[in-house]
């Protein structure tokens, strides 16, 4: 079979599910979707569904909807049933034989002398694999260790290496407003964060200050870069010499929230509104 063969019957197979259900996972802040022909599953049921990484079991978080109500180029996977009472006991005997997997993971990383750090590991519900999460400094040669853990654990290895934002979300804790880590309560996806941005913001650009516990900047920097770029519309930059009632000055620091700026030469500081800048200065 050709591959436009396979692409129609795929095309074919999706559109065959009449609905569509939002499944969340553990410790997992995204919502899946997922199709299926019953029209019986309800808020809450437990279900096992095919996933990308294998069978798994999951919970319906969103109602039914009707398959033209979402979007049509939205890939679905199928729901396969309802969980069983051997389904639920299949999956909490999976969690415990991670923690057994876990303890033979780090000795088989620390007899090949590898540089990894193992942050979570789970099994498949039919207990077919195991994938491992890690972190890592640098790309690591673990060809090796697939052969040992597949050896020992006798089922389909999968090492996942992560970043030190996901560390973080995985991890959790407080961030420097005493709220929880955003990663870890809301943030589903991670987009870039960049100097700039702090800068836009006239922070100070004290590293430690703006970085959070992954040693990353803060995502918060993201949050309202678009409204200070608006706000800072027709402004000076700082550090702009400007001339002010006959006398030479430096822009030093500026507050776009409060509209106000500061003025300074060697003798004197001034504190100016944007508005007597514009009326008084720029003219």
Known sequence: MNNENLEKQEIKQEEQ?????????KNALQ????????DSFKLNDKVVVETIRGIELGQIINERKNKEEVNGNLTLKPIIRL???????SYENNIKNAILANEIFNNSVKEQNLDMFLISSE???????IIFTYIAEERVDFRELLKVLAFKLHCRIELRQIGARDRAKTIGGLGPCGLPLCCSTFLSDFEGISINMAKNQLLALNISKLSGQCGKLICCLKYEDSL??????NLPRLGAKVKYQEE???ITSMNVLSKTMKLENKENAVLLTFDEYFKEVKK
Not at 31 to 38: E, V
Not at 228 to 233: A, E, H, I, P, Q
């Open 83 to 89: 969980a069983t009472n051997e389904d639920i006991a």
């Open 31 to 38: 919502t899946y979707f997922f199709g299926s022909n019953d």
């Open 228 to 233: 200070y770029s608006d706000l800072r519309v």
């Open 248 to 250: 030479d000055y430096k």
């Open 17 to 25: 599910y009449k609905y569509v259900y939002g499944v969340g996972f």
């Open 123 to 129: 099994y498949t519900l039919d207990a077919t694999k």
